[in-house]
DNA sequence: CAACATCACTTGCTTAGTCAAGTGAAATGA
DNA sequence: TCATTTCACTTGACTAAGCAAGTGATGTTG
């Protein structure tokens, strides 16, 4: 055995490492009474509402059936709203769940900064941003192989 | 709002990028039958066995509970054995185990290698891995800032 | 206009994982 | 020696998410 590329060692690292940090991160929301994924769809719906659903699974790179799970504990703790349109839902979220999200979002984007600034220069930093942009772009777009 | 820094922008990066590329290789591997977070705990064993659940649960930063959970899942599907030895339980690879992780392993560590070899200049993998080992390092330290 | 197709969303079943309380064997100590 | 602690693991209740089948409005067409 023993066949490891830098790639798939890379791979494993940025598994380890998200998972890692998304742990830490569900323990720090914790003081606001949120969790990681809440956090996510949250800010989503704060910068882009009034949106359906459908486009905010895209969003989140989520199913359907996930997102619609998602709202439907985030309804019931009263910080969204789902209005039938047509026959679409269009999302919104209420006034605590507003009030909400704006406590939390300062303290959570400087939390999710300093994994890297702890450690990384701002040339490093500038790098790492831009290699995650092409890496993300691409995987948006990726296909499987062939069996 | 609008507060995005380098650093929040390339963590959301990060986790959408983790997160789609964890569900393409949940899809290419199951022309083996197996997913992406089984892959990952049979080739763990296979590299280290015998351990124990503990041992593995750390590996892979997992929680004893969902290792525990994990294991009886591939258990149940005849890929591993638990041993109780004193208080301990061992783990190894069944035949069928073994036979299962050498056949996914070169095509798996392949298609994660794809990601960054189809978009990347091996100057760009190595900084990336650089930076990666240097970022996963630091989160298994990382502790949570004061309330 | 009735039959069918489409679209947006929901839901049953499953994997995966967390936390915290529980269990049972082994070690320690009064 | 019996009581208590410790250790390794399990389990119940939960969040999160995938897939695929189901539902119920809206549109299209013969």
């Known amino acids: 055995m023993r066949k490891h590329t830098l790639g798939s060692l890379t791979w494993i690292r940025m598994m380890r490492f998200t998972n890692q940090s998304n742990q830490l991160s569900n323990e720090f929301l914790k003081r606001f009474d949120l969790t990681t994924a809440q956090f996510?769809?949250?800010?989503?719906?704060?910068?882009?509402?009034?949106?359906?659903?459908s486009q905010l699974a895209e969003k989140?790179?989520?199913?359907?059936?996930?997102?619609?799970?998602?709202?439907?504990?985030?309804?019931?703790?009263?910080l969204i709203e789902r209005k039938q349109n047509w026959k679409t839902k269009t999302i919104s979220l209420t006034a605590k769940g507003e009030q909400m999200i704006d406590t939390a979002t300062p303290s959570q984007l400087?939390?999710?900064?300093?994994f890297f600034e702890e450690v990384f220069t701002t040339e490093e930093m500038k790098t790492l941003n831009t290699l995650m942009s092409k890496l993300e772009k691409h995987s948006r777009e990726k296909k499987l192989p062939p069996v």
Not at 40 to 53: N, R, S, W
Not at 110 to 114: I, L, P, V, Y
């Open 40 to 53: 996510d769809v949250l800010i989503q719906i704060k910068t882009y509402a009034p949106l359906t659903q």
């Open 60 to 78: 989140v790179t989520v199913t359907q059936g996930g997102m619609s799970r998602m709202l439907t504990r985030l309804e019931k703790e009263g």
């Open 110 to 114: 400087q939390f999710q900064s300093s």
